[in-house]
């Protein structure tokens, strides 16, 4: 189709991809189009975002299917999901070939946790790269902050702060972490994984009064922090499971939650409209040159 080629003419300018190249990204956007409630063109859109992010050619065919798959999950916009997985692939150190484990465990924290995609990338935006930490320990995080409504920026903005205080400490903050035994490093000097910052949290700080709690996550934390990190120690065991659970077993998360949202009569019609758009456009790609030989004249 037309609009095809001229999406992915903007792919091609953008990547400086080769001519076997566009080849390879063009037959991707359109299985992909074929097989998922996306079109082959809105399969190019994500193609142009991940080449904005500086993706070449495998990169991109590798992190296609994930972030389509986590788009379609999620039933949010395909370019704003694009551009949430590029940027907090970077900020996580993670390369473009794990972005589907970074889409399965996005979708288990937005659907076992009360947030979703779009939150969770404006608190990574904001909190992003911290500390070399896991893009699973930190959904956790994320995941158990959203349940008491302390989500997006807010959230973000309440762990890097948190983080930053805990890594340099006041006098006062020191104080108090030591006497609840809090630190971000192992004894040896070597930093925790942020699991083990939360389990040491929930332990230290969990079994105290409310009063104490406050007062505690106040001096750590920060007065506009503590709020959200309470939120963590307070969670409840089940809570914490359901989220740790669902974001430590997440393989395939996406893919399967994506298949379930088309596995209905409207799903049907859905990928009737993909699969027709897919030979309209293969017809079409047949004669394209002919038309262009004609309005070329």
């Known amino acids: 189709s037309r609009e095809l080629e001229a999406q992915m003419s903007t792919v091609k300018a953008i990547s400086n991809a080769t001519t076997e190249d566009m080849t390879r990204l063009t037959d991707m956007a359109k ?24 993706w070449k050619t495998d990169q991109m065919l590798g992190g296609l299917p994930g972030i389509m798959n986590l788009a379609a999950a999620s039933g949010e916009d395909l370019g704003q999901v694009s551009d949430i997985v590029t940027d907090a692939l970077t900020a996580f150190n993670m390369t473009a070939d794990q972005s589907g484990r970074f889409a399965d465990v996005l979708a288990q924290a937005s659907s076992n946790a009360n947030t979703n995609v779009s939150m969770m990338g404006a608190t990574f935006q904001n909190v992003a790269g911290t500390l070399g930490y896991s893009v699973e320990d930190m959904s956790l995080g994320i995941g158990l902050m959203a349940n008491a409504s302390v989500k997006a920026e807010t959230a973000g903005t309440s762990l890097k702060t948190a983080l930053a205080n805990m890594a340099k400490p006041t006098k006062q903050m020191q104080a108090y972490m030591d006497k609840y035994g809090i630190s971000l490093t192992n004894a040896d000097g070597s930093m925790k994984t942020f699991r083990e910052v939360i389990d040491n949290l929930r332990s230290g700080l969990g079994g105290l009064s409310k009063t104490e709690k406050t ?6 934390f920060g007065k506009e922090s503590f709020a959200g990190m309470l939120a963590i120690v307070n969670a409840s065991d089940a809570d914490f499971k359901k989220v740790s659970d669902a974001v430590n077993n997440a393989a395939g998360a996406a893919e399967r939650m994506a298949a379930i949202k088309l596995d209905n009569l409207e799903g049907d019609v859905t990928l009737l409209k993909s699969a027709t758009d897919g030979l309209q456009t ?10 262009r030989a004609g309005t070329q004249q």
Do not use: C
Request: glycine share 10%.
């Open 215 to 220: 007062a505690a996550a106040t001096a750590i």
């Open 31 to 54: 299985h992909m189009g074929a097989t998922t409630k996306f079109t082959a063109v809105e399969a190019g859109k994500a193609l142009e975002y991940m080449a904005m992010a500086g």
């Open 282 to 291: 293969a017809i079409g790609d047949a004669l394209l040159p002919t038309f």
